[in-house]
Nanobody, 122 residues
Framework: QVELVESGGGSVAHGGSLNLSCVASIGTVACMAWFRQAPGREREGVAAISTGAYFTYYADAVKDRFTISYEDAKNTVYLQMSSLKPDDTGVYYC?????????????????WGQGTQVTVSS
């Protein structure tokens, strides 16, 4: 059983930045991703990275603002978020599955963290 623990959420003003981290209890070649869910909305994929080849994938809504990265030695995936908007508000979840094909679909992911709240005020 893999445990994922997120950290780094918080509140920030429009245009600000936040950095999220997610530590996996077991490291392996996999697809690590960040999802988010706002109240009343479905969970949506934000970004993903393949921990073997370090290919990255982004939702159109966050391209050029968010950066996903992975540190193999620490089994940790990061999400650097800049130019934040109120629409970025939500609970951000870290998730892991074997492959990144179809990464934006939460149904493909096997393991999930508890989530961390990100709030962007206007």
């Amino acid at each position: 059983q893999v445990e994922l623990v997120e950290s780094g959420g918080g509140s920030v003003a429009h245009g600000g930045s936040l950095n999220l981290s997610c530590v996996a209890s077991i490291g392996t070649v996999a697809c690590m991703a960040w999802f988010r869910q706002a109240p009343g909305r479905e969970r949506e994929g934000v970004a993903a990275i393949s921990t073997g080849a370090y290919f990255t994938y982004y939702a159109d809504a966050v391209k050029d603002r968010f950066t996903i990265s992975y540190e193999d030695a620490k089994n940790t995936v990061y999400l650097q978020m800049s130019s934040l908007k109120p629409d970025d508000t939500g609970v951000y979840y870290c998730a892991r599955t074997k492959y990144c094909a179809g990464w934006s679909n939460p149904a493909y992911f096997d393991y999930w963290g508890q989530g961390t709240q990100v709030t962007v005020s206007s």
